[in-house]
T-cell receptor, first 109, second 114 residues
Framework: GQNIDQPTEMTATEGAIVQINCTYQ??????LFWYQQHAGEAPTFLSY??LDGLEEKGRFSSFLSRSKGYSYLLLKELQMKDSASYLC??????????WGAGTKLIIKP | DGGITQSPKYLFRKEGQNVTLSCEQN?????MYWYRQDPGQGLRLIYY???????QKGDIAEGYSVSREKKESFPLTVTSAQKNPTAFYLC?????????????FGSGTQLSVL
């Protein structure tokens, strides 16, 4: 079966750095997405990786290793507004999206 | 501003009742999707549509129905056959399903059973 694993919850301190991991086992691979979702709101797109390596976008970076079936989202200079759930999704061989359950990130002052 | 509008924000269903969730987009996107979100689970695809007057079942289509009569609109009906409808429902759109395109989501509808 197809599977995406993420930690359920993480806690970090304002101003610090946090890394949210995502491991996947899917039928083929056509890209990996990260979305941010504040409670009760719409998920919003953060990043997309299809080749190995690091993609940097401001305070957020995303890394992919296809051989290891692994990605992480790195958040720097954490702000209180970064408290949200972070969803990892992989597009499989049929271009269908497989979603992880999300990681709830709690930022403490 | 372009975007996706879902309504209502909250909806309550009685036993044996059908309810319809609205989803409208003005992004001129071809593809539209309905997802169900339950606590502790990943998003699950209910139905999707790539063009007007055509739609396909997702992973959990039983107890749901959709229509795509206009490019802008993709309403979801939760029928009485759906025995566990309580969930957060998200509508999304993308330029095309086979493109490397991100999804744009609506703000969701929380459906509860009375």
């Amino acid at each position: 079966g197809q599977n995406i694993d993420q930690p359920t919850e993480m806690t970090a301190t304002e101003g610090a750095i946090v890394q949210i991991n995502c491991t996947y086992q899917t039928s083929g691979f056509n890209g990996l997405f990260w979305y941010q979702q504040h409670a009760g709101e719409a998920p919003t797109f953060l990043s997309y990786n299809v080749l190995d390596g690091l993609e940097e976008k401001g305070r957020f970076s995303s890394f992919l290793s296809r051989s290891k079936g692994y990605s992480y989202l790195l958040l720097k200079e954490l702000q209180m507004k970064d408290s949200a759930s972070y969803l990892c999704a992989v597009r499989d061989i049929d271009y269908q999206l497989i979603w992880g359950a999300g990681t709830k990130l709690i930022i403490k002052p | 501003d372009g975007g996706i509008t879902q309504s209502p924000k909250y909806l309550f269903r009685k036993e044996g009742q059908n309810v319809t969730l609205s989803c409208e987009q003005n992004l001129n996107h071809d593809a539209m999707y309905w997802y169900r979100q339950d606590p502790g689970q990943g998003l699950r695809l209910i139905y999707y549509s790539q063009i007007v007057n055509d739609f396909q079942k997702g992973d959990i289509a039983e107890g749901y129905s959709v229509s795509r009569e206009k490019k802008e609109s993709f309403p979801l009906t939760v029928t009485s056959a759906q025995k566990n409808p309580t969930a957060f429902y998200l509508c999304a759109s993308s330029i095309g399903q086979r493109h490397n395109e991100k999804l744009f989501f609506g703000s969701g509808t929380q459906l509860s059973v009375l």
